[in-house]
């Protein structure tokens, strides 16, 4: 029995670090950020999204993108768990593009 649960505890913390490690190498946190921009930027230019939704849109990537300065700084290069987190906070952004643009995305 202790096994198993040493077993479980083992695995329930290696769950978050697998995960961000999926989204690190499933193209990287900064081309995930460059291909949101250029998304941004290209549906803000053919008229797809508005100036208030593109300039919000800029801001939260900003914002995101400062954070993983800070987080770089800090932690002198990312975690895991911090790569989670942006990662998290990347497809926020992401489904907040999918909600503007409907089908178009």
Not at 10 to 39: F, I, K, N, W
Not at 46 to 58: F, K, L, V, Y
């Amino acid at each position: 029995m202790r096994k198993l649960l040493l077993i479980a505890g083992v695995a329930a913390l290696a769950l978050p670090s697998l995960a961000a490690a999926q989204y690190y190498h499933a193209g990287g946190l900064t081309q995930r950020e460059d291909r949101l921009d250029r998304t941004i930027r290209d549906r803000f230019d053919t008229g797809e999204i508005t100036w208030s939704d593109a300039h919000h849109d800029r801001g939260m990537l900003s914002d995101i993108r400062s954070r993983e300065d800070r987080l770089r700084v800090d932690h002198d290069g990312l975690t895991a768990d911090d790569r989670l987190d942006l990662a998290r906070q990347l497809d926020s952004l992401d489904g907040q593009l999918r909600d503007q643009l409907g089908d178009s995305y």
